[in-house]
């Protein structure tokens, strides 16, 4: 009998996992042993890591953007559908059309509320969206003076990325020569200016050095489009000329819709099985899980090594013994010139490594390398 492998969502995470699959199991899926259904709701694949880019006009958006059909393995059966329903226990995703599996990997991913608070979507730029990063990229060439206004909510995707933002603005403003004329503000919902610490003390001293504003505890309550006036949470208004938010993110409609998620719809995920907790034949990765760790492709990437490991080797009669230790790598750019990198995992702590124009070079690389990982070559 054809064991039956549906991966639910064709971002980084499902389609690595499904291809990284096929290439591995080609003499099986051959014999009809086994069948991999690779589910995307667009024939469009966008590497998203690339939005930061396009806003600031280094790359256009075309350089970002595959056709989903030129990046899954001849082995998968490539499907575009809307999925509304995930039932773990008649082993079944409901569509269009309804999908039985033996085993199901959702790689649903994480999705920005616009709507998280009031005014936001009518207020606000941002860089998580295809257009967003668009718009912004006419809207910053555009701007001659005035406050940039950069507000975050919990939890979102790339967690280095607003960090980086506010670096490359000023980097961007100065090499166009309208940095005096223009103020740039960072905000952070808690007491640093980043979660991580080792992060928080390596771009301080550059908020510092630079003059770029910063303020922590900052909540966003409320966005007032006509006055250009972000309210927070505790009352106090703050005027802005142009704001850019990073909202908080949720997990997939479908998820919360099915009712296996959390109160956001991120989905209870074991930490070194990637197991969904209480199920043995539903495994997740990427920004879906709960896990405490950094929404990022790299923490999929390293994900799917686990996680293919153990369905191979249980389809194949062996133990699960592949172990996801929490390993994480993200680039930190300080410039449109320069950068730093992390790593870390569930036991070592991030250090930035030393600022470098060669680090800026190899985030560059990998922006093209990119589609090499998600063909499960690299």
Not at 123 to 143: I, V
Not at 177 to 187: H, T, V
Not at 226 to 233: C, S
């Amino acid at each position: 009998m054809t064991k039956k492998i549906v991966v639910l969502g064709a971002g980084s995470a499902g389609t690595m996992v499904a291809n990284r699959l096929a290439r591995q199991l080609g003499e099986e899926i051959k014999k009809r042993e086994v069948e991999i259904t690779l589910i995307s709701n667009t024939e469009k694949h966008i590497y998203q890591p690339g939005y930061l880019f396009i806003a600031f006009n280094e790359k256009p958006s075309e350089h970002f953007i595959r056709k989903q059909e030129t990046l899954v393995h001849r082995h998968v059966n490539l499907v575009y559908d809307d999925v509304e329903k995930i039932d773990v226990e008649k082993k079944s995703v409901k569509g269009k059309k309804q999908y039985q599996y033996d085993y199901l990997v959702i790689a649903t991913g994480s999705h920005p509320d616009f709507d998280s608070v009031p005014g936001l979507k009518e207020g606000a730029h941002n860089f998580y969206t295809l257009e967003g990063a668009e718009r912004l990229r006419t809207d910053l060439a555009a701007m001659e003076k005035g406050r940039i206004l950069i507000t975050i909510d919990v939890p979102h995707k790339c967690p280095a990325a607003p960090l980086e933002l506010a670096l490359m603005l000023d980097d961007y403003y100065r090499k166009n020569g309208r940095r005096k004329d223009i103020e740039i503000k960072y905000s952070y919902p808690i007491g640093r200016i980043h979660s991580l610490v080792p992060v928080a003390e390596w771009a301080l001293p550059q908020f510092e050095k630079r003059d770029i504003k910063y303020e922590t505890f900052f909540n966003l309550e409320e966005v007032d489009p006509k006055r250009k006036v972000a309210i927070t949470m505790d009352g106090s208004e703050h005027e802005y000329d142009m704001l850019i938010t990073i909202p908080a993110h949720t997990g997939a409609k479908a998820v919360m819709d099915s009712g296996i998620g959390d109160e956001s719809g991120f989905i209870p995920t074991n930490r070194t099985t990637l197991k969904m907790i209480g199920q043995d034949d539903v495994y997740v990765i990427g920004d879906a899980t709960n896990l405490p760790i950094s929404k990022a492709g790299s923490t999929a990437h390293y994900q799917s090594e686990s996680l293919v490991a153990n369905i191979i080797s249980r389809l194949t009669g062996r133990p699960e013994t592949a172990v996801y230790n929490g390993k994480v790598a993200c680039f930190l750019e300080n410039s449109l010139e320069d950068a730093s990198m992390i790593t870390f995992d569930y036991n070592n702590p991030p250090q930035p490594a030393e600022t470098s124009d060669l680090l800026h070079w190899f985030k560059a690389v990998y922006n093209e390398l990119y589609w090499l990982n998600a063909k499960g070559i690299l």
